[in-house]
C-alpha cells in the first residue's frame, strides 16, 4: 500500500499543522516524522513508520519504530498527541485519490440501479394508463349519443351528423392529449433527487443515475473530467 509522509512540513503527504491539533508540543514534530500506510485493502489498520524523527514516535506510551495501530490506539509525535481518527481519515482522503478500481463499489450499486429502473417506469406507466382512460372516456360521449339516436330510431335525426362531427374532431384531439406531462416529470424529478445520492460515483461524487447500470456497466469508467474511476 502507497505509505503517505506525515510532519509539520509543507511537502508532507500528510501535513500536521497547529491549527488541527493546537501549539501545545508542535515544535517536537519532525519536519518529516512518520510514514503511515494502510496495512490491506481492508483499512482496518495502519502501519506506522518513524523516520529517524527528532523527539521519537510514541503509540499507547510506547516509542516504536514500526508498529501496526488501530483507531483505538494512542499516537504521539514526540510529545504531541495526534487524533487517531482523524490520521484515520486523512489517509482514507489520500488512499482514495490513488485508487482507480471501483469494481466491487459498483457492483454494491446494482440493486439501488435496478431499485431506481423499477420507480421510474412505474411512473412512466402510471401517466400512460391515465391518458388512455382520459380519451378514451372523451371519445366514448360522442359515441354514447350516437348509440341513443339508434336505439330511439332517430337515425335520420339532424343530431346524428352532430354527434358523428364530434366523435371525430374528439378523437382527433385526444391523440394530440399527452396527459400529464409536469406531474410525470416532476415525479421523475423527485425520484432522480433520492437515487442521485446513492447511485453516485464512488470516487468524486457525480451522479450516475443519469444513466442505467448497463450503460455503466459497457462505458467502465466515470465521465468525470477529472476522475479515473474505473467500474469494470
Ligand atoms: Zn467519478
Not at 517536537?28 to 490491506?40: C, L, R
Not at 440493486?111 to 382512460?133: G, I, M, N, Q
Not at 330511439?152 to 394530440?176: C, N
Request: hydrophobic share 35%; proline share 2%.
Amino acid at each position: 500500500m502507497e505509505k503517505y509522509i506525515t510532519g509539520l512540513s509543507e511537502q508532507a503527504d500528510i501535513q500536521i499543522k497547529s491549527s488541527d491539533h493546537g501549539q501545545t508540543d508542535i515544535e517536537t514534530v519532525s519536519q518529516q516524522h512518520i510514514s503511515v500506510s494502510f496495512k490491506d485493502e481492508s483499512q482496518q489498520q495502519l502501519i506506522v513508520e518513524d523516520l529517524q524523527s527528532t523527539n521519537g514516535t510514541f503509540v499507547n506510551g510506547q516509542r516504536i519504530k514500526t508498529r501496526s495501530i488501530l483507531p483505538s490506539d494512542q499516537i504521539k509525535l514526540g510529545h504531541k498527541s495526534i487524533d487517531t481518527n482523524w490520521l484515520f481519515g486523512q489517509v482514507k482522503q489520500k488512499a482514495k485519490k490513488h485508487q482507480i478500481h471501483f469494481e466491487e463499489e459498483f457492483e454494491a450499486m446494482k440493486p439501488d440501479f435496478d431499485a431506481f429502473l423499477k420507480a421510474r417506469e412505474k411512473v412512466k406507466s402510471k401517466s400512460k394508463r391515465k391518458t388512455l382512460y382520459i380519451r378514451l372516456g372523451i371519445s366514448f360521449i360522442p359515441l354514447l349519443g350516437l348509440l341513443y339516436l339508434f336505439a330511439t330510431g332517430q337515425t335520420s335525426s339532424g343530431l346524428m351528423y352532430v354527434f358523428i362531427v364530434l366523435s371525430s374532431v374528439l378523437t382527433i384531439l385526444t391523440l394530440m392529449f399527452q396527459g400529464g406531462g409536469t406531474e410525470q416529470a416532476e415525479a421523475l424529478d423527485k425520484l432522480q433527487a433520492a437515487y442521485e445520492r446513492k447511485l453516485a460515483c464512488p470516487k468524486c461524487g457525480r451522479s450516475l443515475a443519469t444513466k442505467s447500470y448497463a450503460y455503466w456497466k459497457e462505458r467502465g469508467t466515470c465521465t468525470g473530467s477529472r476522475c479515473d474511476a474505473k467500474f469494470t
